[in-house]
C-alpha cells in the first residue's frame, strides 16, 4: 500500500498525536518464563537426587500439585493445605469438597490429591492382606491408621478374619454423627456367619481425636464378643483410632 498514510511518522490511520506511541509486537521472542519455574525444577532434582528426607512436608506437597496445576505458583497453595488440614496426610485424606474450598484448588486437582490417600491406604492394605494378621500387627496398625485418622465422623469397621486369621473382608459395619456410631451384635454375628468368618478385629474412630476408650466402647465390646461366643467366633481385639494414634483395648486389658 502507498500513499500518505505510509509516509514516516504516519502509518495506515495517519500521523499519532504527539507523546502517542504504538507498543512494538515482540515477535519471534520467547514468553518470559514465571518465576516459579525455576523452584519446581529445583524441587524435582533434590528429589531425583534422593534428597526426599531434606523436603519439607509442604515442599513434597508442592511437587505432587505441580502435576496437577502447571501454571501457578503452587507454594502458597502448599502451605495452606498443610496450615488448614493439620499436615500433609490431613491434607491428602481431605474429602474433594473440603479440598475445593482452598484457593487455587479446583475439582479435578482436588480429586487428584484425595486419589494419593487412596492410593496410600489401599498400599498399606497390601501389607495384611494373604498373610495372618497377627503376625503383621504393626501393619494392621497402620491400616486402620491412615484409614480413620482424619475422619470427621465416627465410623464402626470390622475386618473379618478366616480361620487362618487371613483377612476375607475390612467392611464399614456404622457411621454416625462426630461421637456415635450404632452397632447391633445380633447383625455383626450375622455378617460374621456370612462371609464365613472365624474371628475378627474391631474398629472405630474417635473424630474428636483423642483414642482413649470411653465406658460406652467398653461395654459395647463385651456386648459384641458375648453375641459372638456361642458361635465360637473370636474378637481379637478392639481398636480405637485418633489423630494422636491408635489405642488396642486389648492391650489396656479392657477385654
Request: charged fraction near 25%; charge should be neutral.
Amino acid at each position: 500500500m502507498s500513499g500518505d498514510g505510509m509516509k514516516e511518522g504516519g502509518g495506515l490511520f495517519g500521523k499519532l498525536p504527539e507523546g502517542v506511541t504504538l507498543p512494538t509486537a515482540d515477535v519471534g521472542k520467547p514468553a518470559a518464563r514465571k518465576h516459579y519455574h525455576g523452584h519446581r525444577e529445583r524441587l524435582r532434582q533434590r528429589l531425583i537426587d534422593g534428597e526426599d528426607n531434606a523436603l519439607a512436608d509442604y515442599e513434597l506437597l508442592e511437587l505432587l500439585l505441580c502435576a496437577f496445576i502447571p501454571r501457578r505458583d503452587v507454594k502458597p497453595i502448599a502451605k495452606d493445605l498443610v496450615a488448614r488440614f493439620g499436615g500433609v496426610s490431613g491434607a491428602l485424606a481431605a474429602p474433594v469438597n473440603k479440598l475445593v474450598q482452598v484457593d487455587g484448588i479446583g475439582e479435578t486437582a482436588a480429586a487428584y490429591i484425595h486419589t494419593t490417600h487412596l492410593l496410600n491406604q489401599r498400599a498399606t492394605r497390601e501389607q495384611i492382606a494373604k498373610k495372618p494378621v497377627i503376625g503383621s500387627w504393626a501393619a494392621v496398625l497402620d491400616y486402620v491408621k491412615i484409614s480413620l485418622q482424619h475422619e470427621t465422623e465416627e465410623q464402626f469397621r470390622v475386618l473379618f478374619l478366616d480361620r487362618k486369621n487371613q483377612l476375607i473382608m475390612d467392611e464399614r459395619q456404622a457411621r454416625g454423627t462426630v461421637d456415635h456410631a450404632p452397632v447391633y451384635p445380633r447383625e455383626l454375628a450375622r455378617r460374621a456367619l456370612e462371609l464365613s468368618a472365624s474371628a475378627m478385629i474391631l474398629v472405630h474412630n474417635h473424630p474428636s481425636g483423642d483414642p482413649t476408650p470411653s465406658s460406652a466402647d467398653i461395654t459395647v465390646t463385651r456386648e459384641i464378643m458375648d453375641a459372638l461366643d456361642p458361635l465360637e467366633i473370636t474378637v481379637h481385639d478392639h481398636l480405637i483410632v485418633g489423630k494422636s494414634g491408635v489405642v488396642s483395648l486389648k492391650t489396656l486389658g479392657k477385654i
